[in-house]
């Protein structure tokens, strides 16, 4: 079977500069899926986040995102709901045939997910698997399980009409608040939160820059699997990763020019002329401890 593409490339142009995003979506990615366990509970949560943390109106009001948390008997998978509506519904319309101009609308009407990676909790045992597609690269990052170091204390709040506990730790290069339930006694929650006697409900980072809120919970419908698909990735390290990020942040034009030669990617200002120098704003959520 061939691989099919799409790159779409949508550009704001507000009046203080530039900002682009490059969304992929490789049609061949759900005809190549592998269960690896089956659906105990699905959970809904709304990220805000900062994704430039120089830009104070964002700072003031983050963008919104939906995750969707998949947890099964031994396996959790977090991604983007954002991204997998609009990754669904353009490989819908390439399947269909429909006209450029509407998979060109519906790129747009899907333009604001940013989370392109998922997250896989305990796959294989004792290792957090990642993967993701940075331009035409698809990557595999598999690394040790870390469960944070919470310290629990008797504060109480009630988080989507659940009564919760709060704990607090530091991970990943940021410092956490999370609030949990003892009513759903699943040590789980969203990225890579988890470890506590309960589902974490709400999280933060005390910067305000990531701030997870359950929005629904659902029971997993009956033979419902959670699917992975490992095929045909490059693996890399999570060092690695990370500096694939930052190049492709600080550098965009240069990093597809040197990753996907045959994807033409340039970046022009309202009056049509080429920018130099051009980056995108990175705020990373795991940091250096």
């Not at 990557?139 to 629990?152: A, G, M």
């Not at 709400?202 to 419902?224: I, M, P, V, Y």
């Amino acid at each position: 079977m061939n691989k099919k593409i799409f790159l779409f490339l949508l550009l704001l142009l507000p009046s203080f500069g530039m900002k682009a995003q490059i969304s992929v979506v490789d049609t061949s990615e759900t005809l190549q899926s592998d269960s690896i366990d089956r659906l105990r509970l699905k959970v809904q949560y709304e990220l805000a986040y900062v994704k430039d943390s120089t830009d104070e109106k964002q700072l003031k009001e983050p963008l919104k995102e939906t995750l969707m948390l998949e947890i099964g008997q031994e396996v959790s998978k977090c991604y983007s709901y954002t991204v997998y509506l609009r990754d669904s519904t353009l490989f819908a319309d390439f399947t269909s045939g429909v006209s450029q101009e509407t998979i060109n609308e519906h790129a747009r009407a899907f333009g604001n997910g940013n989370i392109t990676y998922q997250i896989y909790k305990n796959y294989p045992t004792g290792k957090v698997t990642t993967t993701d597609r940075i331009v035409t690269t698809n990557i595999l990052c598999e690394e040790k399980n870390e469960r944070p170091q919470w310290q629990l204390f008797p504060d109480t709040a009630t988080v989507l009409s659940y009564p919760c506990r709060k704990a607090v730790c530091t991970f990943k290069g940021r410092s956490y608040t999370a609030w949990y339930t003892l009513d759903i006694p699943v040590s789980e929650g969203p990225w890579k939160l988890y470890g506590l006697p309960g589902l974490i409900l709400k999280a933060t980072d005390n910067r305000g820059h990531f701030t997870f809120t359950c929005t629904g919970l659902e029971q997993g419908k009956k033979d419902s699997p959670i699917l992975i698909n490992t095929k045909k990735r490059e693996r890399l390290s999570r060092k690695e990763l990370n500096k694939m990020y930052e190049r492709m942040m600080k550098d965009p034009v240069g990093f597809v020019a040197a990753t996907s030669p045959n994807v033409i990617f340039k970046v022009h200002d309202a009056n049509g002329n080429p920018v130099k120098n051009y980056s995108l704003p990175y705020n990373p959520i795991e940091l250096s401890e």
